[in-house]
T-cell receptor, first 112, second 114 residues
């Protein structure tokens, strides 16, 4: 039972345009959500997070939106750059939990 | 550099064998987490230790075991290896015992079982 799903395994975007990566979750106990970025041969690195008390969090070119009623979150990257090409994982945790549950990842390719 | 060190980076072994993966967390971090990533899939949580004690358990097989030592480094032991155990094994660390915050990941240990 996948509690966190990223239904798009890959996404291709032109440099300068917006990249939108989506994530759905099923566990209503999740109250904290994170996005990680992973380059080949490296470990995942934290990108941005959002608490369930918010519906938006912004950090430079990266914005995460949370729709609790739909159990959906998205990561917007504007403008996209070739260096953003990586695999993006969304993850979630519950206040009472001790671990992050990850989605399957979306491979983003930003074309020059 | 996340500050989390994993060894070995690559390991090739045969079915039925046993291997040990090692992780040194960031300085000051008390929690260590182990994750498995198979074939470009998501990261599957295996187990968490906090200050030497097991804190949470995920989908970890009985053939796998882990421990965290007094110096806070951790080892993941994989025994009676099967072809399906071939995967990237990531270690991550955090300051506290709860994962509702940032985890810092190592570069992973790639295990190939032939």
């Amino acid at each position: 039972d996948q509690q966190v799903k990223q239904n798009s395994p890959s996404l291709s975007v032109q440099e300068g345009r917006i990249s939108i990566l989506n994530c759905d979750y099923t566990n209503s106990m999740f109250d904290y959500f994170l996005w990680y970025k992973k380059y080949p041969a490296e470990g995942p690195t934290f990108l941005i997070s959002i608490s369930s008390i918010k519906d938006k969090n912004e950090d430079g070119r990266f914005t995460v939106f949370l729709n609790k009623s739909a159990k959906h979150l998205s990561l917007h990257i504007v403008p996209s750059q070739p260096g953003d090409s990586a695999v993006y994982f969304c993850a979630a945790s519950a206040r009472a939990g001790n671990m992050l549950t990850f989605g399957g990842g979306t491979r983003l390719m930003v074309k020059p | 550099d996340s500050g989390v060190t994993q060894t070995p980076k690559h390991l090739i072994t045969a079915t039925g064998q046993r291997v040990t993966l090692r992780c040194s967390p960031r300085s000051g971090d008390l929690s260590v987490y182990w994750y498995q990533q198979s074939l470009d899939q998501g990261l599957q949580f295996l187990i968490q230790y906090y200050n030497g004690e097991e804190r949470a358990k995920g989908n970890i097989l009985e053939r796998f075991s882990a421990q965290q030592f007094p110096d806070l480094h951790s080892e993941l032991n994989l025994s009676s290896l099967e072809l399906g155990d071939s995967a990237l094994y990531f270690c991550a660390s955090s300051v506290g015992g709860r994962a509702n915050g940032e985890l810092f990941f190592g570069e992973g240990s790639r295990l190939t079982v032939l």
